[in-house]
């Protein structure tokens, strides 16, 4: 059984929006970092968006003022609001939980399989 589980991706056209979730299975959602990572191809991994177990929200400088991480606790789903969509944020999304910040960054933790971002100009 998967642990995180995303949905929601696509393909837009430039402007457009979209809005990824991440399903998680287990009781500690609320005590955990969770995030999106994404990676083009030929490009390393990138964190875009964390939210920590208080709520605190950190992101990329290339998604600022585009995106907005958020959880629901109760249902145990991670969102990522996606607006302004541009052709460099095509890339395979993937959402990632871990005890603290310091270890989501060093992607460590649990992941999903993904979902595919593909924004044409």
């Known amino acids: 059984q998967d642990l995180l589980v995303e949905s929601g991706g696509g393909s837009v056209q430039a402007g457009g929006s979209l809005n990824l979730s991440c399903v998680a299975s287990?009781?500690?959602?609320?005590?955990?970092?969770m995030g999106w990572f994404r990676q083009a191809p030929g490009k390393e991994r990138e964190g875009v968006a964390i939210?920590?177990?208080?709520?605190?929200?950190t992101y990329a400088d290339a998604v600022k003022g585009r995106v907005t991480i958020s959880k629901d606790s109760a249902k145990s789903t991670l969102y990522l609001q996606m607006n302004s969509l541009e052709p460099e944020d095509t890339a395979m999304y993937s959402c990632?939980?871990?005890?603290?910040?310091?270890?989501?960054?060093?992607?460590?933790?649990?992941w999903g399989q993904g979902t595919q971002v593909t924004v044409s100009s």
């Open positions: 990632s939980v871990a005890d603290t910040v310091e270890a989501w960054q060093r992607g460590l933790g649990y």
């Open positions: 287990g009781d500690a959602f609320s005590d955990y970092c």
């Open positions: 939210i920590d177990s208080d709520g605190a929200t």
